[in-house]
């Protein structure tokens, strides 16, 4: 069961944002999606976070999350909710910064870039999971502080088959 599970998306188009994102990012992964359904998807994009088929993704590998009926519930209202909301380009500019220099994103900046107002991919998977099941999978950082890298190594650590697959 794929609901409520996170996608991360590898091999990005070449010349697109997701190129770019892969790029700075020094990852075959490009993008995250929350699965609402076992079909649908919340897909933070430039036009905001989207309701998406999940079959619009290609090359994809979803976590494996453990979770209970209230858990999937919750990650699934949480996201929902979000549908609509615009993106977050700062978060984009503050990672990619961060990758590039090496320079660590102050706390105060990472606290600041994990508002409810607006939010990048990697941001609102990091949220919906522990704001709607409770779980914490990057101790360490502020949603905001997320990127796709992150959730593809994260996915490496568990010892989930990274392998993609086509959705």
Not at 115 to 125: I, Q, V
């Amino acid at each position: 069961m794929i609901t409520a599970q996170i996608s991360v998306c590898h091999g990005p188009s070449p010349w697109s944002f997701g190129a770019l994102v892969s790029l700075v990012t020094r990852s075959p992964a490009y993008h995250c999606v929350v699965a609402v359904s076992e079909t649908e998807c919340v897909s933070p994009e430039a036009e905001g976070a989207l309701l998406r088929e999940i079959a619009h993704f290609h090359n994809v590998t979803w976590t494996r999350f453990d979770y209970t009926d209230a858990q999937r519930e919750g990650v699934v209202s949480w996201a929902r909710a979000r549908i609509g909301r615009p993106y977050s380009w700062f978060d984009d500019f503050v990672i990619g910064v961060h990758c590039l220099t090496d320079w660590p994103i102050p706390r105060w900046l990472g606290r600041l870039m994990s508002n409810d107002r607006s939010y990048m991919c990697s941001e609102l998977a990091a949220c919906a999971v522990f704001f709607g099941a409770g779980l914490r999978p990057f101790p360490a950082a502020y949603p905001g502080e997320v990127s796709p890298a992150d959730w593809d190594n994260y996915i490496t650590q568990q010892g989930w088959d990274r392998t993609p697959v086509e959705a």
